[in-house]
């Protein structure tokens, strides 16, 4: 029998697999003339017969009844008359390798971003499509506005993720903050700080720079001088972990000097966020941006930001057009900031499932707990790198611990090891950039890249490589001073726990 007749045979006439599958009478009729089930049929078929007709079943017999083509007319045939040509004339524009699918090799990412992604974040991005203004995904919206809340230690309801990388977070900042004349007081200590007063002057604005050596942290006497000397700077802007130094500037205090001479303030915390204290709302900092793929280990391409009322009241009553369409906060405020939604521009949905999941995975683990991972891992592997004669860049007291520069010893070529790193270990450190570039390696540890396997790789790739390149280095004493750093943690640690417990008792 085919799946047809078995189909009728099962429920007793083709009138009752009619109504079962709720269809007319004549469909049914018309499957048992033609000896087949169409293949469309197969799930239902296999969910109505309990899987006593399996879809497998079904679908071999409707191809073989019925192969399905794939071609809808022969070869050369065209709608619009005769082809182009007697050849391909698309080939023309072909690329001239044969291109297979790509599949990129499984990496230790330790440099200064991108990090590696956990693997719940990976399964989540890769779930179906969905429309950015279907109601399953507004609600997944306000989730992650609410996670971005936590992160950030805010309040602010103009708290979400811009579609982009950091950048654009950055230049969003400065385009909505920043009017053409607006005096703005820029920090400088590294890379990013450069990139602010780009904006400023892109902006029209008049940057007043505070210059600081690479490596130290934003002095805050330095900036109240400045203030001083202007008392009409509109803005303060300056960068909370320098990534290409590995320095941390003292966010609070900053922040607090700008708002004694009435200033708004820009923090730049793509580096900090989720690896050392951000604290929004503590701190009263009024524009603050991010990015996906630092300690928050998300995909790159999303740039985490937070505004304050102050802010927003500021660019809504702005008597000139904000210059960027797709920046304008006045524009976007109708995708992310309303309860209505209206279409702004096509949001990157899967990217922000995955931003969602990141978030989760950071709340689940608890801020503190985060933060106190990457304060750990980074005690370890400066045990091992000191160990080895390496010697960081920056001072102890201002050290990041997510970002590690170290100084390169002489006369060891710089590239020569991160490509050996890589070729050899599948291992990724970063290089120094603009005045470092060539002299300091930078060891990233964030978000999910910050594990003790990691940090032991790390340290047992870089003794080999450098003891074969003739350096006076142990093979294997890296990983034992960071063996004993975390055993002496641990130590402390399970110390404390008895203390508590035994104050409990007490
Ligand atoms: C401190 C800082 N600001 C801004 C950026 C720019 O972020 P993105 O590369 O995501 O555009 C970076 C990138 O590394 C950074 O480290």
Known sequence: MNCAERLVALFGSQAEVARRLRLDRAVVSNWVKSGYVPARWAMEVEALTSGQIAAVELLNEANARKPIRLKSRPDGESLFGSPLSGKDVMNDFAPLRRISSFHPP??????PGPTEIHPRVLTTMSQPAIGYLDPVFIEMMEELKALLRYVYQTRNPL???I?????????????????????????????????????VQRMGGVPVVVDETWGEPVDPNKLEDALKKNRDARVVAFVHAETSTGVQSDARTLVEIAHRYDALTIVDAVTSLAGTPVLVDEWGVDAIYSASQKCLSCTPGLSP???????VEYVKSRKDKIHSWFMDMNLLLGYWG??????????????LFALHEALLLTH??????????HQRHHTALKAGLESIGLTFLVKPEYQLPQMNAVLCPEGVEEAAVRRTLLAEFNLEIGAGLGPLAGKVWRFGIMGYSCRPDNVMLCLAALGSVLSDMGLPVHVGDAEAAAHAAYAAMHAKAAQAKAKRAAARAA
């Open 106 to 111: 499984q990496r230790t990412l330790m440099g």
């Open 159 to 161: 708290t979400f993720p």
């Open 163 to 199: 579609s982009g990388p950091g950048s654009v977070g950055m230049e969003y900042s400065f385009v909505n903050l920043v009017a053409p004349g607006d005096k703005v007081v820029v920090c400088r200590n590294g890379v990013f700080g450069g990139r602010m007063i780009e904006n």
């Open 305 to 311: 930001v937070s505004f304050s009322d102050r802010v």
């Open 338 to 351: 309303a309860t209505t939604r209206t279409y702004h521009h096509t949001a990157p949905t899967n990217a």
């Open 364 to 373: 689940e683990e608890g801020l503190e707990n985060c933060w106190a991972r």
